[in-house]
């Protein structure tokens, strides 16, 4: 199969693409594999990084206010979309897929216009805006959350989960927190922003970082690339506990995350299928700042079966995260129930079944 697959901007949206990569290649060593992103968005460094061939396309997203800035982003989608079909016309793919961010906008609409079957994927329980507008022309559209197939046209829709739960959960743990310093006989509790890293997580995680002093497990506290550099300068980083650890980013999440024992963080759809995938038992604090509240839907659907606790960032303080975090930390028989109701939501084939229906439309 050729494959050209489109996503971007956040992880959330490509580690899902390089996970469907990484199982069709399983399946299909033959498999041919072309990656379209931006220049700005995260894909630039993770996809190269991954060896994966990788060609960009120029566009940005459209402002919710009216603004001039939204004609330049009308002439970039149309001069997007004539470079996307001059990738597709040289690469000549059997099926094209889109993961979600608006780069997948063009490069999506370029291959249904140039007659290559289609499928996007929807990772949230509310649909993108780009997702959205490409459903009217693509042939399928994977979900994984059963809500949000009323924001698409039924016919197309399968379930299929998201196939970075199928990644996850195809690994054994093999002490890879040693690399970070941590030590394989402490439970871990790991703190992270999402993919981008997320400021009133870092701060109130950094002034409650004394409070973690002597406890009987060890915290791995993720910043995001761009949160790094000022924080390490502050005091309370200068000045760590022995059992807290500060990184800027875990480019082996997979690896890491079967020896996590809980996870503080957002509610991005990427990492709540790594969750369930795995059993992780998790506090969630959605970002406010995302479409239609998404994340707190995305979050819910966890929240209401057991299996993740919620804590809304406008009640972030470092006393609630510790006093939150202490707790589901000090007590295992908490953590297994909510491990146990976590993996009842999980998608362990996910990815196979995407390829089920990526098969299907390519014959
Ligand atoms: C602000 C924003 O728009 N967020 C969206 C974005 O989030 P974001 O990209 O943060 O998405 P997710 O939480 O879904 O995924 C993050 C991914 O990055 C990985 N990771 C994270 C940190 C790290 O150090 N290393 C690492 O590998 C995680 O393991 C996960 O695979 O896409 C998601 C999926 O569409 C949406 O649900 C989110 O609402």
Redesign the pocket.
Known sequence: MRLLISGG???????PALALIEALKQKDPTAEVLYVGTKRG?ESKIVPDAGIPFKTVEIQGFKRSLSLENFKTIYLFLKSVRDAKKIIKDFKPDVVVGT?GYVCGSVVYAAAKSKIPTMIHE??SVS?VTNKFLSHYVDKIGICFPDVKKDFPAEKVVFTGNP?AQQVAGIQADNSLLQYGLKPTLPTLLI??????AEKINQTTLEAVPLFNDRPYQVLF?T?RAHYDKLIKQENAQNLPANVVI?P???N??QI?PEVAAIV??????????ITALGIPSILIP?P???ND??TK?ALSLVDSKAAELLPEAQLTSDQLYQRADKLMSDQQYRLQMAENAKKAGVPDAADQLLAVLEQISK
């Open positions: 901007g956040t992880g959330g949206h490509i580690y995260l979600g990772q949230n993108g970075r992270f922003g999402g993919s981008r890293g993720v995001g990184q980013y875990i480019a999440m997979p995350l963080g957002r509610a991005g759809a990427t990492s709540l299928a790594e970002s700042y995302v479409t998404h994340q995305n």
